[in-house]
């Protein structure tokens, strides 16, 4: 994604996105990657698993960090 201005732009964009199609969220990842999902980020397995079990969207504002 790359950092700075245009990586601030982007992570706004998709989730104005978001917010404007009715039952989605966002979830931003402050790090660069794709697959996350499958990349074993605790994080972003946790939502995902959460909502496919109980379909509970993550909560506005969802920030996940790359593991320490």
Do not use: F, K, W
Not at 38 to 66: D, E, F, K, M, Q
Request: hydrophobic content about 40%; some cysteine.
């Amino acid at each position: 994604m790359g950092t700075g201005a245009r990586a601030r732009e982007a992570v706004l964009a998709r989730s104005e996105r978001a917010d404007r199609a009715p039952g989605s969220a966002a979830i931003q990842y402050l790090s660069t990657g794709h697959s996350l999902y499958n990349s074993g980020i605790p994080c972003i397995i946790t939502h995902v698993n959460r909502y496919l079990i109980s379909l509970r969207l993550p909560a506005p504002g969802i920030v996940c960090r790359p593991a320490t």
